[in-house]
């Protein structure tokens, strides 16, 4: 959702995968749904989602850190080197290791095969000694001291990212606009991007940050292993603050299509020039889903100092579910106790 000191004409996306529609997280392939690698036996793995202190079940993982990675991202509009200009944001190999554990800890559970979304916000607000915020701004964990935050998110490789719903002002005359004129089409077009990089301005306002790092734990499935990736990003700047340039996208409408007995509604789509793929699909004569494939050209390609690598545990390395509940039984005797 790191450290590159993005420029104005960058291209960014984000993610707080509550089990609200309306937030930035990861949504399920229809934009409906809970994408965000949600499950509801972690909430019995933490409190209310303030400031959380989480208990972890020891555990080594199998970690595999990357070596430095000072590639260009392809995706931003101007190069932007892959690193962080506010030294704030980038995160220390200890984090990252803590990070890797308490992951790993919970992928130990019986029930667990992702990763919620919460978890890995808790996770990370915990390590970072930050907040969680409940809200739907862009910006999930925050660290008011240092004037820093992070958009977190928490998917599996093949899921799409989901911004909240892009509800535009004065909607069904730039729609009709749209299909009146080339032009017409960019002025839409160029209002979903308006529509997103305020939403990330508004967080470095709301909380007087000088950046905005991503942090983002990815879930892939082979045939025989399944693996996650941790890594951080920066995304923005105060200086820097615009997450995307309006220019490195073309829009055009998909066609209309018949699904067993109703109509498919047709969406926007925005293509990245320079590459030619698809990054966002903009549901604007439905309920305004803004879907953002292009979230993946943030993924490092190869190695990458900021991030972490966990093979998920076997069968013969999880808890058993007898043993789960036997701890949290203890747990709560224990909170009995102490009242």
Known sequence: MQRAHVPEAAVNEHSQSRSREDDIRADSPAGSGDSEIHSEPAAMLMQKRTKSHLRTRAASPVCRHS??????????ASPVVHTFSIEELAPTREQLD??????????????????????????VARVRNATILATYDFVDVVDRDRGIGWQVKSTKAS?????????????????????????????????IIAFCNNHVE????EYGLSGIGYARAILSESVDQISVQYFERELVTAEQPRLFD?????????????????????????FHR?????????????????????????WPRGSSEHSV???LPRDTQKITFDEFVAWVTQLEEEVEDGS
Do not use: M
Request: hydrophobic residues 40%; contains cysteine.
């Open 67 to 76: 070596s430095s990675d000072s590639r260009t991202i392809s995706c931003i």
């Open 98 to 123: 803590q990070i890797g554990k308490a992951l790993t800890g919970y992928l130990r559970l019986p029930f667990a095969g992702t990763l919620p979304g919460a978890f890995v916000e808790a996770v």
């Open 159 to 191: 899921t799409p990212v989901t911004w909240k719903r892009a509800k535009l002002p004065n909607a069904p005359s730039v729609i009709a606009a749209s299909h009146e004129s080339l032009e017409g089409l960019q002025a839409l077009g160029d209002a």
């Open 202 to 205: 508004e967080s470095l306002r």
């Open 246 to 270: 309006p220019a490195a996208f073309e829009w055009r409408w998909s066609q209309p299509k018949n699904v067993v007995k109703k109509e498919q509604l047709q969406a926007l789509h925005g």
């Open 274 to 298: 320079s590459t030619g793929k698809k990054w966002f699909a903009w549901h604007g004569l439905g309920e305004n889903q803004l879907h953002f494939s292009g979230e993946s050209s943030w």
């Open 309 to 311: 690598s966990i093979d």
